[in-house]
């Protein structure tokens, strides 16, 4: 059974840093590139940032650039989302998902995503 399972979330005033842990289990993590997506109440799940299998390539939603950085650790199964300068526009449900792709490819649509978490909250006070 696939379980991806994030932490990290929390409440932050504005300017403030976050670092986000997803921890996945139940599938082989070097085959998946993995993103982060936000949502809030009544609006769409929006991409954040994807990584590749790899770790070498990762790309970003033009509102995070400069300020959240991905990374991963495939032997510990672990994606993260370093969050800096953070602002009340990134307040949100954060998921992490894993995509299995080609070694890489990077894709941004949740709709490709086979998996996903439960989401841990981030709340950014102004």
């Known amino acids: 059974q696939v379980q991806l399972v994030e932490s990290g979330g929390g409440l932050v005033q504005a300017g403030g840093s976050l670092r986000l842990s997803c921890v996945a289990s139940?599938?082989?993590?070097?085959?998946?590139?993995m993103g982060w997506f936000r949502q809030e109440p009544g609006k769409e799940r929006e991409f954040v940032a994807v990584?590749?299998?790899?770790?070498?390539?990762?790309e970003y939603a033009d509102s995070v650039k400069g300020r959240f950085t991905i990374s991963r650790d495939n032997d510990k199964k672990t994606v993260y989302l370093q969050m800096n300068s953070l602002k009340a526009g990134d307040t949100g449900l954060y998921y992490c998902?894993?995509?299995?792709?080609?070694?890489?490819?990077?894709?941004?649509?949740?709709?490709?995503?086979?998996?996903w978490g439960q989401g841990t909250r981030v709340t950014v006070s102004s």
């Open positions: 990584i590749s299998r790899n770790g070498r390539t990762t």
């Open positions: 998902a894993g995509d299995r792709t080609i070694l890489t490819v990077l894709r941004t649509s949740p709709d490709e995503y086979e998996h």
């Open positions: 139940g599938l082989t993590f070097s085959y998946y590139s």
